[in-house]
Structures are given as C-alpha cells and as structure tokens.
C-alpha cells in the first residue's frame, strides 16, 4: 500500500495544483482523474460532467441509457460470478484496479503538459513515474506492495 | 543565430552551452560551489537557492516553463508532506 498511496498522492496534487492555476483542463478537455478532480472543484456540476455520465449514464434518463448503467451492471455480474466461482479476493477489485491503471493517463496528459515546454526535463521527471506507476499498480494488485 | 551585445540569455544559451536545461543545471553547479566554498552552511545554502534559481531559470528560460515545472516540484513536495501527516507506514 506504501508506494501506491505515494504514487496517489503525488498524482492528486500535481493534478490540483495544474488544474487551480488554469494549466490543464482549461479548456474542457480533461482525462479521468482530472474529470474526477474537476467535478469535486465544482461539486454543483458533478452530474453533467463526463465521468459520471460515461459510469452512470445521463442522469435524468437511467432507464433509457445503453451505455453507463447496462454496462456497470453487466461487468458487476461478471465480477460476482468470477468471485463465486473462485473464491478470489483480487477479483473484487479488478474495476479498482482497473481505474487505477487509468489514472496513468493522467501522468501522461502532466508529462504532454510539460514536453510542450521543454522535453528533456519533463521525460527525465514523469517518465520513470508514468512507467513505474503502472508496475506499482500490477503489484497493488498482487497484493506485494 | 548572431546575439546582440549584452543579450546575456542568448550568449549563455545559445552561443556559449546551447541548451536551456543543461544551463539551469550548471547555473545550479556554479551556485552550490560557491556556496560551499563560502561555508555559510546546509539551511542557509538551501534558502539561498530558492530565489536565486528562480531568477537564474526566469533570465534564461521563460515564465510559462518555470511556472509548470515549479507547479510539479510544489505537487511532489505537498505529496511528502501529507504522506508525512497521514502516510501509513
């Protein structure tokens, strides 16, 4: 759990500091976690943002939507079954896991950020995080960290 | 590129060590010699460096750079100190 706090925690700060001084996200585009992070910046909003209506569908229209709620209840009973089937506790928190490796693109999306402003200092600082952040994630998983 | 008399930001980038980086990192080399030839100790060396690196890094490059580089190295630095505070080792 050591190094994947760590490795969160540094992620959600840059992500906050980037986003509250206007240097990602500025013009909507955001990836997971900065779309994460910028709903909780603008909590009155979190409904029509694009994470919550890509996980849960459009909220005012559950009962028609074929891509968010569908989808989250066909991978629960996946997941259950696998559970059931194993006994497996790691399969439980294979979406978690999965969001987690996700959130690498967020290091990408910081690390395009900086190589616009120059290269080589932005791939020596986020390039060996954006690689070991992955491995850390696998090993999260593994339950070895 | 030809530099203008004076125009100290292109002689030292361009003409003189012919990369951005690579003069912030002997801007810093230069400075942590002769601060540890001047013996005035660890705190004062490293509070010394703080602004002293900031106008070096702002004379030759330029302020949207810093400002992000500066904004990662601030993320990393609030990332140690609340795994310092709540960290769960």
């Known amino acids: 759990m050591g190094k994947m706090v760590t490795y969160l925690s540094i992620l959600i700060f840059i992500d906050l500091l980037m986003i509250v001084t206007g240097q990602i996200c500025a013009s909507g585009t955001c990836t997971l976690s900065s779309t994460i992070i910028a709903s909780l910046l603008n909590i009155g909003e979190i409904t029509f943002k694009g994470f919550f209506t890509g996980l849960i569908g459009v909220f005012s229209d559950l009962g028609s ?34 969001t987690l490796a996700l959130l690498t693109s967020d290091f990408i999306i910081i690390s395009s950020k900086l190589i616009s402003l120059n290269p080589v200092a932005a791939i020596f600082i986020m390039g060996p995080i954006s690689i070991i952040y992955t491995l850390t994630v696998m090993e999260w998983w593994r339950g070895k960290d | 590129m030809i530099c203008n008399l004076l125009d100290l930001r292109c002689i030292i980038v ?45 004379a030759i490059s330029s302020f949207s750079v810093i400002y992000a580089f500066v904004t990662v190295i601030v993320g990393f630095m609030l990332a140690f100190l609340f795994n310092q505070i709540v960290g769960n080792r």
């Open chain 1, 65 to 98: 939507s074929t891509t968010g709620l569908f989808s989250l209840i066909g991978a629960g009973a996946v997941i259950v079954t696998s559970f059931i089937a194993t006994r497996e506790f790691r399969i439980l928190i294979i979406p978690m896991t999965a």
């Open chain 2, 14 to 58: 361009n003409e003189l060590i012919g990369n951005v980086l690579l003069s912030v990192v002997l801007g810093a080399v230069v400075y942590f010699m002769i601060a540890s030839r001047m013996k005035f100790g660890f705190d004062t060396t490293i509070a010394f460096s703080i602004p002293l690196l900031l106008i070096l890094g702002l």
